[in-house]
Each structure stands twice: as structure tokens, then as C-alpha cells.
Nanobody, 127 residues
Framework: QVQLVESGGGVVQPGGSLRLSCTSS????????IGWFRQVTGKEREGVAC????????YYADSVKGRFTVSRDNAENTVYLQMNSLKPEDAGVYYC????????????????????WGQGTPVTVSS
């Protein structure tokens, strides 16, 4: 069973960078589409970047295009979210989620019915 664990959050100044990691303690992530979601208190959780299981399809929310990069390293059993040029509005708790092998990134990032989530890692962007 996939059990997701995020890491890499922290405090960064505007314009700075962070790299978040999502791994599984229970099984390989190789057969799962993985998404990164952001939640701010009082707002709905939003999908920011999603990656398919095998064919390299990616989806990014408009708010992060050109600044965030999602990638996977199957040898490390890890999916990364590289966040550059961070803005104060990027702050929040970042969660990764897992979906099925055939899940497409764009629908995954807009899904309200994902079942497998990590515990989240907080990101603060402040001077």
C-alpha cells in the first residue's frame, strides 16, 4: 500500500527556491501518477503540478507555470517539486497525492476524489 511522505518545506525569501520530495514508505511509486497540491487556510486545496506514471505527461497550474518543475526518479522512489522564483502567494501546506497508473495529470490535478495523501509539508515565503 502506498504511504506518502513529503519533505523539503521551509521558510524562504521571495525569489528563493525550495525542492519538495514525495516518497513512499509502503511501496514503489513507479505505477502511480503523482500530484502536488497546495492548501492555504480558508481556501480549497489546489493542484499545482501533476505527473503521469510512465509516459512523462505533466500538468501545471497557470499560477506556477515556468517556475515549478515536477519530476520523478524511480530509482529513488521519489517525486520532486522544484519551486523557483517563489512568491508570497505560493505559501501554504504542500501535499502529494497518488492516483492510478492510467491517471492523466490534468484531471488528476483537478480531482476532488483522490484517496491517497501524504501528511503535508509547510512552505512559508516571507522576507
Amino acid at each position: 500500500q502506498v504511504q506518502l511522505v513529503e519533505s523539503g518545506g521551509g521558510v524562504v525569501q521571495p525569489g528563493g527556491s525550495l525542492r519538495l520530495s514525495c516518497t513512499s514508505s509502503g511501496s514503489t511509486l513507479e505505477r502511480n501518477a503523482i500530484g502536488w497540491f497546495r492548501q492555504v487556510t480558508g481556501k480549497e486545496r489546489e493542484g499545482v503540478a501533476c505527473i503521469s506514471a510512465t509516459d512523462g505527461y505533466l500538468y501545471y497550474a497557470d499560477s506556477v507555470k515556468g517556475r515549478f518543475t515536477v519530476s520523478r526518479d524511480n530509482a529513488e522512489n521519489t517525486v520532486y517539486l522544484q519551486m523557483n522564483s517563489l512568491k508570497p502567494e505560493d505559501a501554504g501546506v504542500y501535499y502529494c497525492a497518488a492516483d492510478g497508473f492510467y491517471s492523466s495529470p490534468k484531471p488528476m490535478c483537478h480531482s476532488k476524489s483522490l484517496q491517497v495523501w501524504g501528511q503535508g509539508t509547510p512552505v512559508t515565503v516571507s522576507s
